[in-house]
């Protein structure tokens, strides 16, 4: 049964949003009158096109990871206890609080009522279900263990929620007190500096070279600081304009490899991004070529996405996996050695858990580390800042004392 948006009117002329199902607008809009509400615009969530056009995408409905990882381990669990798809669809759909998720599941829900299967039904909704998602459920549903793929894909999501919430709480911390310095350096030359300057003024006197540093340097940021400002917001919009070409986005990337520090947490994390992927995908009984193509979606730096496609290029050839890798140069050789390892095992989906792990766990470690560093050094550069400033002020007035006396 086709489901519906729609949006009416209650009794005190408020609009009202949410979705049934039905099979057609009009018996949707009977039963909003039902509910003594006034239809407005009634639309199917999952409208098909002409046959040439396949099934439509709604490509700007995405999900939230935690979403995705809660709607999939509640999909596992019905599967597992013997639920029919629409019905644990439908269920799903019913238990979520978010309207947007549950439009998104209602609408797939539909295409499989139609006869589609539910890769194809995922399909509509790319910026929700990511090519890795929609792969591994395609080959769960081919070698019949669709509840088991769901709850490795829901394991895959809550680790990637977990891991990216631990970064995100790391680094609020250090970006408010990154922030917090720069204005209050910005206030006291902009600001305070100025009038204790007018003071000096009066004096006569030759200031000493530290105060006529600071006065300059006062002045800069007074006269050109919103200038500054602004160039700063244009280079960069400009900068994400180009970021989106190909050739200014590979020169970029390979740049940031490169970068000492940087470079190590770029590589760290997506190569523990495409080795966990990997590793779901090749659990999941998905071909090892299109397992390479789609771990190469989920990688954010080009050089290591195409890194990763001329390995598949070269594995259709006969080559191995970790060779090919380590002729580009850009993995880790722990992880590379695991691959190794695991192909020559027959146990490559293990290793290439074990290295994402690895890398996963290396990547935090660095991480922490890095910040643990960064906030003490920001807080002494900080108080030297400081220091500095109030000794600029301070020397005229120990001249003037030393004049007096």
């Known amino acids: 049964m086709p489901a519906f948006e729609y949006i009416a009117l209650d009794a005190r002329g408020r609009q009202q949003k949410g979705v049934l199902e039905g099979d057609t607008p009009r018996q949707i809009r009977q039963q909003l009158r039902e509910r003594k509400l006034v239809p407005l615009e009634v639309n199917e969530i999952a409208a098909e096109r002409a046959a040439r056009h396949g099934l439509r995408t709604y490509r700007r409905r995405g999900m939230r990871t935690v979403d995705l990882a809660l709607v999939t381990r509640q999909l596992a669990t019905l599967l597992g206890a013997g639920t029919p798809l629409e019905e644990a669809l439908h269920a799903v759909a019913q238990q979520t609080t978010r309207g947007s998720v549950a439009r998104i599941l209602l609408g797939v829900r539909a295409r499989v009522m139609e006869g589609y299967s539910l890769a194809d039904s995922l399909a509509q909704f790319p910026a929700a279900f990511p090519s890795l998602y929609r792969a591994s459920v395609a080959a769960g549903e081919h070698a019949g263990q669709l509840d088991a793929v769901l709850e490795r894909l829901a394991d895959y999501t809550e680790n990637a929620q977990n891991m990216q919430q631990k970064v995100t709480t790391a680094l609020i911390y250090p970006i408010l007190l990154t922030v917090i310095s720069i204005a209050i350096v910005a206030g006291l030359l902009g600001y305070v500096v100025p009038q204790v300057v007018k003071v000096f003024d009066t004096m006569g006197q030759e200031l000493p070279l530290l105060t006529r540093t600071l006065i300059t340097v006062s002045d800069v940021v007074k006269t050109f600081g919103p200038v500054v400002l602004v160039l700063i917001v244009v280079a960069a919009i400009v900068f994400v304009r180009l ?17 000492p520090l940087l470079g190590t947490l770029i590589r760290g994390k997506h190569t523990a991004a495409f080795a966990r992927t990997l ?40 080559a191995a996996i970790s060779a090919s890798l380590q002729r580009t140069g850009l993995f880790p050789p722990m992880t590379l050695h695991l691959i190794a390892s695991g192909e020559g095992t027959g146990r490559l989906e293990q290793m290439l858990a074990r290295a994402a792990e690895q890398q996963e766990r290396e990547t935090a470690t660095l991480i922490s580390t890095t910040l643990s560093l960064f906030e003490p050094a920001l807080i002494l550069f900080m108080g030297a800042v400081v220091l500095v400033i109030v000794l600029a002020i301070l020397l005229p007035i120990f001249q003037l004392n030393q004049l007096v006396g």
């Open 243 to 259: 970021y989106r070409r190909e050739g200014f986005r590979r020169r970029v990337d390979r740049a940031l490899l490169r970068a």
């Open 279 to 318: 590793s779901i995908l090749a659990a999941s009984g998905v071909p090892v070529l299109t397992a390479l193509h789609n771990a190469a979606d989920v990688v954010g730096n080009l050089p290591m996405r195409e890194a990763i496609l001329e390995t598949a290029e070269r594995v259709r050839e006969g």
